[in-house]
């Protein structure tokens, strides 16, 4: 029986590349669930982060926040094109529908496509404008003016994700529009997202956070083995995949210094966020035709397109 009182359902956050979806989903769900980094198209998956919200008519709800990639206005490779199904599947099943705009960056003609598309989305449709710290506030209504001519949308936000400055504020208007209904997950998860995969997330974080523009845009870990020990410990070996030799020798660094110390923060964060002791050891791999490997593609969430 349905309970009168909570309300649930997805919310498919959407946008151009680095308008800081991620970090929003973070600040949300009060915890990380989605890596984060300066490089364009960090998010390759739909990472699903859940929040809970107490509303002002003394109801609970579950937002079910669906982070998905970046939307490219033109995908040329397969990865790419991938990505961008993932994104749009997102959005299409979605209770409610959130654009972020990186207001700083204005509306490009990216963000113009994706608002033609969401033209047919029948879900509600929010506008969330991130980044405003660093925004004058009359260029902020100019771009609400712009953005509500070309989609009229149920409600514009002003945030600042990174500072959680009208995060709040965005949350408790998400979680009003769901529909009632139980929860659709334990109250205390906060990710939707298997270990393998989230170990996975992780190291590619701090690959992105040290290589910079060194990294190879086509870059993949792979959790190859993950095993519970009898101390509580967990063992976790990953494959870094590259496809050149020469991307294999930025990776592992002066006497493999770097690799070292890609794996060191990583093991780091993973024992903060499971709890538990972690040793982590990490492979750099040369896989020339990995980007065309629908194995790969599936164990990351995405349908491989021919």
């Given at each position: 029986?349905?309970?009168?009182?909570?309300?649930?359902g997805?919310?498919?956050?959407?946008g151009a590349?680095n308008?800081?979806?991620s970090?929003l989903?973070?600040?949300?769900?009060?915890?990380?669930?989605?890596?984060?980094?300066?490089k364009?198209?960090?998010?390759?998956?739909?990472?699903?982060?859940?929040?809970?919200a107490d509303?002002?008519?003394?109801?609970?709800?579950?937002?079910?926040?669906?982070d998905?990639?970046?939307i490219?206005?033109?995908?040329?490779?397969?990865l790419?094109?991938?990505?961008?199904?993932?994104?749009?599947?997102?959005a299409?099943?979605a209770?409610?529908?959130?654009?972020?705009?990186?207001?700083e960056?204005?509306v490009?003609?990216?963000t113009?496509?994706?608002?033609?598309?969401?033209?047919?989305?029948?879900?509600?449709?929010?506008?969330?404008?991130n980044?405003?710290d660093?925004?004058?506030r009359?260029?902020?209504?100019?771009l609400?003016?712009?953005?509500?001519a070309?989609?009229?949308?149920?409600?514009?936000?002003?945030?600042?994700?990174?500072k959680?400055?009208?995060v709040?504020?965005?949350?408790?208007?998400?979680?009003?529009?769901?529909?009632?209904g139980?929860?659709l997950y334990?109250?205390?998860?906060?990710?939707?997202?298997?270990?393998?995969?989230?170990?996975?997330?992780?190291?590619?974080e701090?690959?992105?956070?040290?290589?910079?523009?060194?990294?190879?845009?086509?870059a993949?870990?792979?959790?190859?083995?993950?095993?519970?020990r009898?101390?509580?410990?967990v063992?976790?070996?990953q494959?870094?995949?590259?496809?050149?030799?020469?991307?294999?020798?930025?990776?592992?660094g002066?006497?493999?210094?770097?690799?070292?110390?890609?794996?060191?923060?990583?093991?780091?964060?993973?024992?903060e966020?499971?709890e538990?002791?972690?040793h982590?050891?990490?492979h750099?791999?040369?896989?020339?035709?990995?980007?065309?490997?629908?194995a790969?593609y599936?164990?990351?969430?995405?349908?491989?397109?021919?």
């Open positions: 029986m349905t309970a009168p009182n909570t309300r649930a997805f919310v498919a956050i959407v590349p308008a800081g979806k970090t989903v973070n600040a949300m769900v009060g915890s990380k669930v989605s890596i984060v980094s300066p364009v198209q960090t998010t390759r998956m739909r990472v699903i982060g859940i929040a809970m509303l002002a008519d003394g109801a609970r709800a579950q937002v079910v926040l669906v998905t990639p970046g490219f206005r033109v995908a040329k490779r397969r790419e094109r991938a990505m961008v199904a993932a994104a749009w599947r997102g299409e099943d209770d409610v529908v959130a654009l972020v705009v990186d207001a960056r204005g490009g003609q990216e113009r496509a994706i608002v033609e598309r969401l033209k047919e989305s029948r879900a509600p449709r929010f506008l969330i404008l980044k405003i660093v925004v004058p009359e260029n902020l209504l100019a609400t003016s712009e953005l509500n070309l989609l009229p949308f149920e409600r514009t936000f002003m945030v600042s994700a990174l959680h400055d009208g709040p504020d965005v949350l408790a208007t998400l979680a009003a529009a769901l529909p009632p139980p929860f334990p109250e205390d998860q906060a990710a939707d997202l298997p270990l393998r995969l989230l170990a996975a997330e992780v190291t590619r701090q690959v992105f956070l040290q290589l910079h523009q060194e990294l190879p845009y086509e993949a870990v792979e959790t190859e083995k993950w095993e519970d009898p101390d509580g410990s063992r976790i070996e494959t870094i995949h590259v496809q050149r030799d020469g991307q294999r020798a930025i990776f592992l002066k006497g493999g210094a770097r690799i070292k110390q890609i794996g060191a923060r990583a093991r780091h964060e993973l024992a966020m499971l538990r002791p972690v982590l050891f990490l750099v791999k040369v896989s020339e035709r990995w980007a065309d490997d629908p790969h599936r164990a990351i969430g995405l349908d491989y397109e021919p």
